[in-house]
């Protein structure tokens, strides 16, 4: 049986925060050209004017500012979602003792083995049932293979006979081919690229799709498509990967005696992740997430955090992290016992390793990687980061910072044009209070600033700033950029509240 | 009577021994690759055509608005252009403004900007940008540093492989030392209302210095406009 939830992205947010469930949600993700795009949206926002694949920057406009507690944009976090739903996955053991996610890179699928329950029909009742007092959105379909269960459960649902109000399609033994000829070529879980090709040469739906030669199909599009629909339809068997209910990872040492020396606690540290790795090693799961507890005696437990950008299976870039962390930690007593926890579990990434040289052809990505890890780990995750244009006029808000560890792994939205301006290198944290002397059309000829001062050769100006009104802080500010005798050049305005000075940037 | 023996133990002259060094750093300079500045006339400026990959260039300025960092940023964005790796911002005081950095040509995709706590801190952070093969410049200020964490950092951008573009701080001598490239830079009046930049740019060799007038458009950013040449090979004594 396949259980589908329709935008599951949106589900995850709704059911993990219950308590703004009234307030509208759009999830975004970078789209083409690096631009932040919605995926998917509540029937709030869609009744604002919201639809999927629109710029983020022109759903977030069609809220005032001061409506924001009303909607929440959330940026789309595949890795969660794929977390939520196999913690779903595990809470449906209830119903069947294997249940697994769909094989799609990111799944909204649960699929239940269904051999050998009694009556179907209330199996599937049941389950659904449950999914919704839970929470969930979904559509259900029971039939002999995995495919066809999938491809009626997202397709067949709107075209379905009436079946006297039951939220299931049980699809007869051996049906299964003829309930999916009318349903879209999508439904067997074909690639994209198959299915726009096949929509070039005008084939929508699954019965123009059999009419087609075999043999062709296998030249034009390969064996995978074939493989689509022999497994859709049985002739090719599909296994289900069940998910496990999994036990904590998790290993405490308890000394013998109480400790303090820091390079017996990263030996004890290397040995529990030795014993934690081999337990994960065999499902191809890292670790992106470690929590280490230190029990210091007669006083509170000290935990500190591990995290990596990536997950890993290798014990010495975990290490190498963890003994950043213990060189930074004051213990306040000596260490009775010590707790190693996996706090967040993630399938390892694989990648074909180069011929050729080492880390050019990916750019150096993982030793960058690495470092990004290393830095924020050692210096805390605030301090390595990110900068992000941000359309503001106002030079302290053109920008913004992300921690680099927080930062999805695309490039940054295109530069917006109103931060292509003129500016200098270096920005004052804040303003710095200077004195002008000014000619007659208020531009600057004198600097009078650290006991010095040099005559202005240049200026060009003003640049006119006037905004942050709706910040409650109105900026009106006339900008110069000025040159002095010796070549220099600084970033000035005057203030039109109260026509004072101020030194805010430099042209270093 | 016995004739004594004295074997004559060959030690090498200073001549050899400056003929022997003179050939490992060339075989040493061989190796390293060349990267171009962006402007043919600073890399014509630079000893061996351009800057050596592996190596830290200290951009020292007597005065805080001289154009250093724009100019040091200009070179770093030439050189990202061609590479993926990444640039790395160490930015203590917090006063690096990315909108001029990516008005430059850097891009903030590829930028990390490290905000260390303390000196100690800032060093190792220097350090472990310049050992790391994804990194292609590090940037940064860097206070007066120990000649043992000179070392470091020399040791370990030839490890690494990138650059890495101190930034002098004005009215300072030379924050770093022993090993290290020293781009002086003068801002320069300039001529017109253009808001072109016009900085001299001098370059230790020896006891000897070297200088150029460079001038550049800011509203392309990245083009230069042709040298003007100021008293080329003008003599200077050295300061180090």
Redesign the interface.
């Known amino acids: 049986m396949c259980l589908w939830f329709p935008e599951w992205a949106l589900q995850r947010q709704n059911t993990s925060r219950p308590a703004d469930r009234s307030q509208s949600l759009v999830v975004y993700a970078p789209g083409g050209g690096g631009k932040m795009r919605v995926i998917a949206c509540s029937s709030g926002a869609r009744e604002r004017g919201v639809l999927p694949g629109m710029l983020l920057a022109e759903a977030q406009s069609l809220w005032p500012a001061s409506a924001r507690g009303v909607v929440r944009f959330e940026l789309h976090d595949p890795f969660a979602d794929r977390q939520a739903l196999r913690d779903l996955a595990v809470w449906c053991q209830q119903f069947s003792p294997l249940v697994g996610l769909d094989t799609a890179d990111t799944p909204d699928c649960l699929l239940l083995d269904a051999t050998g329950v009694g009556d179907e029909e209330e199996f599937a009742e049941n389950a659904v049932d449950a999914l919704e007092r839970r929470g969930c959105r979904v559509m259900s379909a029971l039939a002999d293979t995995i495919g066809a269960a999938w491809g009626v459960a997202r397709y067949g649902m709107l075209k379905r006979p009436a079946t006297g109000g039951s939220r299931v399609w049980i699809v007869p033994f051996g049906k299964q081919v003829e309930v999916l000829r009318p349903l879209p070529v999508e439904a067997l879980r074909l690639a994209e690229g198959i299915v726009s090709t096949l929509h070039e040469l005008n084939v929508f739906r699954v019965d123009q799709l059999l009419a087609l030669p075999r043999s062709g199909l296998v030249s034009r599009f390969g064996v995978e498509l074939l493989s689509c629909i022999d497994r859709a339809f049985g002739a090719l068997p599909e296994m289900l990967k069940p998910e496990r209910i999994v036990e904590p990872l998790e290993a405490t040492w308890d000394f013998e005696y109480p400790i303090a020396d820091g390079r017996l606690l990263a030996e004890v540290i290397e040995h529990l992740l030795d014993w934690l790795l081999a337990k994960m090693v065999l499902d191809y799961e890292g670790v992106q997430r470690l929590v280490c507890t230190l029990r210091p005696v007669h006083h509170e437990p000290i935990s500190f955090l591990v995290e990596l950008l990536r997950p890993t299976a290798l014990k010495r870039n975990l290490m190498e992290l963890v003994r950043l962390k213990l060189e930074r930690l004051k213990l306040p007593a000596e260490v009775e016992a010590l707790t190693v926890r996996v706090a967040v579990v993630a399938p390892l990434e694989f990648h074909q390793d180069e011929m050729f040289g080492g880390g050019e052809m990916d750019g150096g990505e993982n030793a960058a990687r690495e470092l990004v890890e290393r830095l924020s780990n050692r210096l805390g995750e605030k301090s390595v980061l990110r900068p992000c244009r941000q359309p503001e006029a106002q030079p302290e808000f053109a920008y913004s910072y992300e921690p680099w560890m927080n930062a999805p792994s695309f490039p940054s939205s295109a530069a917006p044009r109103l931060t292509d301006l003129f500016r200098p290198t270096l920005l004052k944290n804040r303003p710095v209070p200077i004195l002008v002397s000014t000619v007659l059309d208020g531009s600057p000829r004198q600097m009078h600033w650290r006991e010095q001062h040099p005559l202005v050769k240049q200026s060009w100006g003003p640049e006119r700033i006037e905004t942050g009104w709706w910040r409650g802080d109105d900026i009106r500010r006339d900008y110069y950029v000025v040159e002095i005798e010796n070549g220099e050049r600084f970033w000035v305005f005057r203030n039109l509240v109260d026509q004072s000075w101020f030194l805010h940037g430099v042209f270093g | 009577m016995v004739p004594i023996m004295v074997s004559r133990v060959s030690s090498p002259s200073t001549n050899e021994l400056r003929e022997r060094i003179q050939k490992i750093e060339a075989s040493h300079r061989v190796a390293r690759r060349l990267i171009s500045t962006g402007f043919a006339a600073f890399d014509r400026l630079l000893p061996d055509g351009g800057l050596a990959g592996g190596s830290l260039i200290e951009w020292a300025?007597p005065?805080?608005?001289?154009?250093?960092?724009?100019l040091a940023?200009t070179v770093a964005s030439h050189l990202l252009r061609n590479?993926?790796?990444?640039f790395?911002v160490i930015d203590r005081?917090?006063?690096?403004?990315?909108?001029?950095?990516?008005?430059?040509g850097i891009p903030?995709?590829r930028?990390?900007?490290?905000?260390?706590?303390g000196e100690g801190?800032a060093c190792?952070?220097w350090e472990?940008?310049l050992r790391?093969?994804?990194?292609a410049v590090t940037f940064g200020w860097l206070p007066s540093i120990t000649d043992r964490w000179c070392r470091r950092l020399q040791a370990g951008v030839e490890v690494g492989g990138g650059l890495g573009f101190l930034?002098g701080s004005p009215g300072c001598s030379s924050s770093a030392g022993w090993g290290v490239t020293r781009i002086g830079v003068?801002?320069?009046?300039?001529e017109g209302?253009h808001?072109g930049?016009?900085?001299q740019i001098e370059l230790a060799r020896g006891h000897r210095a070297t200088s150029i007038d460079l001038e550049w458009d800011?509203e392309t950013s990245d083009v230069p406009l042709v040298p003007r040449m100021g008293a080329p090979e003008a003599e200077y004594l050295s300061a180090g």
Request: hydrophobic share 40%; aromatic share 6%; proline share 9%.
């Open positions: 300025s005065d805080e608005g001289s154009g250093a960092a724009t940023l590479v993926r790796r990444k790395v005081t917090g006063e690096f403004y990315p909108p001029a950095a990516a008005r430059l903030l995709e930028t990390i900007v490290v905000r260390p706590g801190d190792w952070a472990q940008s790391c093969p994804g990194v930034m003068n801002a320069l009046p300039r209302t808001l930049r016009c900085v800011h």
